[in-house]
């Protein structure tokens, strides 16, 4: 719209130009006569483009400008369209009350926002948690990308604490990953309780971790708050038994139709794929 404003405005003051009254001849005429012409032929006038021609020009320049505002406009409209299409829905085979529960208010995650965060509750003295971490560990292993596995030591009372303060300090000293199932089994087969720092101190250092890093991170600050972290999340998910998951701190894997470690992890790959389909 600017633009032919524009070109309206140059239009009218060329006509102006065009069309004006000739200035009188009164002074020419008492002029004193002209010097006569040298011998030198005259300078050739310079050419002008008539004014229908500048018009035409001027007119051509902003229809063109106009056509590509307009498809541009028209680009962006599609591709606007094209993001808020609906994403097509997931056919679902469990349900909601049987097989998974729906928190109320969904909970933050501490992964990504395009990534779909599943965590494993578990307590290390559970023996379902025990016989339930070979599938986990093979599930892991299998996750699409853009899925991250957390676990998530469950904190009820004394002994949950000092079970999840040993995860945590394993993996503040970069050994979580040789020392989780190790743990398990020290406890189911080899019947240690571990409940003493004694006794967790000793295990830690068959791993190679010395007596005073132990004791710098065992309640270390960045421990405690992980442990905080762990309580809040342990109620705001209203964990009730372990081990489950919850994907994406907004389903709680659990309920009556859940009836082996199979059907809980095929429960967590369809609620994943449902919020993969959200992003």
Request: hydrophobic content about 40%.
């Given at each position: 719209?600017?633009?032919?404003?524009?070109?309206?405005?140059?239009a009218?003051?060329?006509?102006?130009v065009?069309?004006?009254?000739?200035?009188e001849?009164?002074?020419a005429?008492?002029?004193?006569?002209?010097?006569?012409?040298?011998?030198?032929?005259p300078?050739?006038?310079?050419?002008?483009?008539?004014?229908?021609?500048?018009?035409?020009?001027?007119?051509?320049?902003?229809?063109?400008e106009?056509?590509?505002?307009?498809q541009?406009?028209?680009?962006?409209?599609l591709?606007?369209?094209a993001?808020?299409?609906p994403?097509p829905?997931?056919?679902?085979?469990?349900?909601?009350?049987?097989?998974?529960?729906v928190?109320t208010?969904?909970?933050?995650?501490?992964?990504?926002p395009?990534?779909?965060?599943?965590?494993?509750?578990?307590?290390?003295?559970?023996?379902?948690?025990?016989n339930f971490?070979?599938?986990?560990?093979?599930?892991?292993?299998?996750?699409?990308?853009?899925?991250?596995?957390?676990?998530?030591p469950?904190?009820?009372?004394?002994?949950?604490?000092?079970?999840?303060?040993?995860?945590?300090?394993a993996?503040?000293?970069?050994?979580?990953?040789?020392?989780?199932?190790?743990?398990f089994?020290?406890?189911?087969?080899?019947?240690?309780?571990?409940?003493?720092e004694s006794?967790?101190e000793?295990l830690?250092?068959?791993?190679?971790v010395?007596?005073?890093?132990?004791?710098k991170?065992?309640?270390?600050?960045p421990v405690?708050?992980?442990?905080?972290?762990?309580?809040?999340?342990t109620?705001?998910?209203?964990?009730?038994?372990?081990?489950?998951?919850?994907?994406?701190?907004?389903?709680?894997?659990t309920?009556?139709?859940?009836?082996?470690?199979?059907?809980?992890?095929?429960?967590?790959?369809?609620?994943?794929?449902?919020?993969?389909?959200?992003?």
């Amino acid at each position: 719209m600017t633009s032919i404003r524009n070109l309206l405005t140059v239009a009218t003051v060329m006509l102006i130009v065009a069309c004006g009254d000739k200035p009188e001849s009164t002074q020419a005429e008492s002029a004193p006569p002209a010097p006569a012409a040298t011998a030198e032929a005259p300078a050739p006038a310079p050419e002008t483009m008539p004014i229908e021609k500048v018009v035409e020009s001027v007119v051509d320049e902003t229809v063109a400008e106009a056509d590509e505002q307009v498809q541009a406009e028209e680009e962006l409209v599609l591709a606007q369209a094209a993001e808020t299409q609906p994403k097509p829905a997931v056919a679902q085979k469990y349900s909601e009350g049987q097989h998974y529960s729906v928190l109320t208010t969904a909970q933050g995650t501490s992964s990504s926002p395009d990534v779909v965060e599943v965590a494993e509750v578990f307590w290390y003295g559970c023996p379902h948690c025990y016989n339930f971490d070979p599938y986990i560990v093979k599930w892991e292993e299998e996750l699409p990308d853009g899925v991250e596995l957390v676990r998530l030591p469950v904190m009820w009372n004394p002994t949950n604490e000092i079970h999840a303060r040993m995860f945590y300090t394993a993996d503040a000293l970069g050994v979580l990953d040789e020392m989780h199932t190790a743990i398990f089994k020290e406890m189911h087969l080899n019947q240690k309780q571990l409940t003493s720092e004694s006794d967790i101190e000793a295990l830690f250092g068959t791993y190679g971790v010395s007596s005073e890093d132990f004791q710098k991170t065992f309640r270390s600050f960045p421990v405690e708050t992980k442990l905080k972290k762990a309580k809040s999340l342990t109620q705001r998910y209203r964990i009730q038994s372990v081990p489950l998951l919850v994907v994406n701190g907004k389903y709680v894997v659990t309920g009556p139709g859940i009836k082996n470690f199979e059907d809980m992890i095929a429960v967590g790959e369809e609620l994943i794929a449902v919020e993969q389909a959200e992003l």
